[in-house]
Every structure is written in C-alpha cells, then in structure tokens.
C-alpha cells in the first residue's frame, strides 16, 4: 500500500485513479518546451524510487512497463523479479 501511494504522489495522482496496468509514463507525460521534451523528472523519481526499495533484489529480467509491474517486481511477486508467484 505504501509503495502505491508513494507512486501516485509522485505522479500526482489519487492512489484510488491509478490503476495497475497504467505504464507510468501515461501517468506522468513529458512536458513540451518549443516542440522539445524536457526530461521527465517524475520518471526519474520513480526510477529512483524503485533503485532504493530494489537493493539486494537481482536486477528484473524485463523492463517494468506497468505500474503493476513495478510493484511486482518489488514485492518479489512477479518471475520478472525472481520471486514467482
């Protein structure tokens, strides 16, 4: 529950709108400056986010595309992460 509150702030929005199968860049688009995309700083939180409760885990076989993903992979629930369901 923490983890998936922790990502809707993040992504400024309500843990009860955000669903699993979101990717979290549909939640936190790039913005546009003169037609270029500036970083997505959300994103990078996220990433960073995801580096600090992952430590010990070995690294996801594939990449988490899902908010579901993410969570799975950090609970240890999802074969990406190892852990099998």
Request: aromatic fraction near 2%.
């Amino acid at each position: 529950m923490r983890l998936w509150c922790e990502i809707a702030h993040l992504c400024g929005v309500s843990p009860l709108e955000m669903h699993e199968n979101n990717p979290p860049e549909e939640l936190c688009p790039p913005h546009r400056v003169l037609g270029l995309v500036e970083p997505n700083a959300v994103l990078e939180e996220i990433s960073a986010l995801i580096m600090a409760e992952s430590r010990g885990r070995p690294a996801p076989k594939t990449r988490p595309n899902t908010v579901g993903d993410v969570l799975d992979y950090l609970l240890g629930t999802s074969a990406a992460g190892g852990g099998g369901r």
